[in-house]
């Protein structure tokens, strides 16, 4: 398996300007490759294959007088954005033939200096090390020093260098990992995911929804009026935008924390993990949307499926028509209707529910079942 990890670069101004050099050659790189390729379908050529754009936009830009600074980078920076950019297309064409399952993927868009992120890859081609002193050493940038949170369980295969919207730089890691299985424990749980609570379990327990963007929405409606005060082009208004870049920046680390510590909370505690497989797509285009991506539901899932895949625990989507909160738990009966403010309710049966709790226990029910099934058992339990 194939883990990222990430962690805080703090370059000197000269190695700032170098990565800034560096961001700058890899996104001309891009853009000259999808011009190329554009111009060659509006006027009816073959498509260009990756090695004949790779002769023309790097091996032989280098020797004009207007991109001969592209040599000032290293090499593999410029592979890697044309390696982006064939990846991109292979994708595009993909998902247009039905080749690529999901949403449609878009074709490949110009980038531009001002977009919030700027990254660039180095592979082992590139000989990026670090150094016995701790730092990543990046060809032709220099030694970078880095703040180090745990040690690398591997030799990394590559590193990509980001620039955020924050003016934040961080160094992401790709390195291969082994599974390494947790003791087995009995436990199962079931969870149901809502905005009251962020988690309610089958076991009773309610986990509350922090609300990180509610909470922060004074300061960041404060530094948002700071920016808009600043006239268009000026230094304070280039400081106002970092102001609220930072502030947003705060509140997505926050909730990207909450989310990996419960996470492995849960995986680490269970044998195995049914969740509801949510819509949150569909949610976002509700009144609620502002409440839905606060929440963060689809981050969260995602750190349940590696993780329990890493650790050896199984982790059971069910389906989002799956009816959890109108049947009791108690007898299988289905309610004909369960509005979003009835939070209790009475089962015919004399079986008394919590709107959640009984979700829950109906999504654990049913996760067991679809485990069971693979082994040839029942669809469905004995009401």
Known sequence: MQLRYR???????????????????????????????????ENGLPY??????SKQVITQAKKTPERAWLGEVSAVVLQQALADLNTAYRNFFASITGKRKGPKVAPPRFRCKRDRRQAIRFTRNARFTITTGGRLR????????????????????????IKDSAGRYFASFVVETGDEPLPETVAEVGIDLGLTHFAVLSDGRKIGNPRFLRRAERRLKKAQQALS??????????????????AHARVADARRDFAHKLSTQIIRDNQAVMVEDLAVKGLARTKLAKSVHDAGWGQFTAMLAYKAARYGRTLVRIDRFFPSSKLCSACGTVAESMPLNIRSWTCPCGAAHDRDVNAAINILTAGRAERLNACGGTVRPAA
């Open 7 to 41: 962690f805080r670069l703090y370059p000197t101004p000269s190695q700032r300007q170098a990565l800034a050099r560096a961001f700058g050659c890899a996104r001309v790189v891009f853009n000259d490759g999808l011009r190329l390729r554009q111009e060659a379908r």
């Open 48 to 53: 260009i294959s990756d090695g004949s754009l």
């Open 138 to 161: 990046l060809p032709k940038i220099g030694d970078v020093p880095v703040r180090w949170s745990r040690s690398l369980p591997a030799e990394p295969s590559s590193v990509t260098v």
């Open 229 to 246: 005060r600043k006239a268009k082009g000026s230094a304070n208004r280039k400081k106002a935008v970092v102001k609220v870049a930072r």
